[in-house]
């Protein structure tokens, strides 16, 4: 039976997502700011799940309808099908709601009074009046947009962002999805050469041997929807197999890291060898003002520092994990260094001989201060945080005989 299903993604990020939904079979239904619906069986939860590179979570769509009073949106949380999916010892809850532009704003009461609408639904099916709950968790989520309410049950659990691999962090990491995104964004392939000049923790060049390699990026980590009896285990191992065969495990790359702090190189190789891409990738401590190459058309991509000021800051950004070696991190107001090293940028990436060049910052005068107007920009959130991916690009090489 199909299902509909919603993927959140970064806004700015559509039109990848929706292209890497049809690249695995699936048919999109509608794309939204930072939504993209598709449908598909329950095979396709898990095989979203597993190989999208892009996507923040797979959500299957329970109702959706327009509500602009509590008593409407407890009304028809209650008439949905809840007994399709929840069974009877399902440890369920709302786990996530969120209004924008709706009369309905609050989200704690809106959370609530899902939180009811379902148990109503369950009393009434099961003729029950306390509910064990000792079973699988099953998060909810609701979303009202411009007073249209969507209700999901998550099948992702953790965010599809922790692929599991990134055990340290640096002080200023980018999200693993975005990463990708902009990977794929770009018109750069396995044979030629990736740099990333200021990697950090080793995202994007981890990202993209990912890609090269095609290593489906959910493949070693567990889902919520694992324990959910309409998606049971023989499809999730199904599609755990087909990602395992379709790795190719001899493929020539060349990934090369940079970062000029020394820590961070130990834990860009650590978060490598977790991904198992290690020998995929060179990593050296290096100063992006060093940067040379013999080689021509290849490519940087890159997260230069934006401002980000490290030590404990009210402002942090989600921290995952713990441990003493996170350094925490938020925009700093002090951004005297900035101009200087993108102009540095600007110099040493404009003689590497037909590059091309793409990096992600927030930093508003990146494009003055790096001396060169891009071919293209791209707005992207990542967060709240308002980014741009500055795209120039390189002459094509030329066609091999
Ligand atoms: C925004 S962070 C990049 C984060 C990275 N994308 C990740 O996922 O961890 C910027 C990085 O630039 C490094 N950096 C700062 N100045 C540098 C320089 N002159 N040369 C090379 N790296 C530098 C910092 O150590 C920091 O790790």
Known sequence: MDHLYLCPCHFGLEAVLKRELTDL??????????????????????KANIFLRTAERVQLVIGEFDASAFDELFEEVKALPWDEFLPVDANFFVSKAYSVKSKLF????????????????????????IFPKSGASFPIRVAIIKDHVTV???????????????????????????????????????????????????????????????IAPGISRSFAGEEYPFIPSRIWNSAREEAKSLIVRDRKMAIEGYDIDNDIMTAARQNAAAAGVLDTIHFQTRDMRALSSSHQYGFIITNPPYGERLGPDTRTREVEGSGSNIKRVSKSDDNSGLPALYKDMGEVFGKLKNWSYFFVTSYDKAQESFGKKADKNRKIYNGMIKTYLYEYYGPKPPKKQ
């Open 152 to 214: 999901s049950l998550d099948t992702s659990g953790e965010s599809l962002h922790k692929r599991g691999y990134r055990k340290l962090r640096s002080a200023a990491p980018i999200s693993e999805t975005l990463a990708a995104a902009i990977i794929m964004l770009t018109p750069w392939k396995e044979d030629r050469i990736l740099v990333d000049p200021f990697c950090g923790c080793g995202t994007i060049p981890i990202e993209a041997a990912l890609i090269g390699r095609n």
């Open 106 to 129: 609050s989200p704690s009461d809106i959370q609530r009074i899902t939180g009811k609408a379902v148990v109503e639904a369950m009393k009434r099916k099961h003729r029950l009046t």
């Open 25 to 46: 079979g699936l048919n999109i239904v509608r794309v939204e700011d930072g939504r993209v619906f598709f449908e598909g069986d329950a095979a396709a939860a898990a």
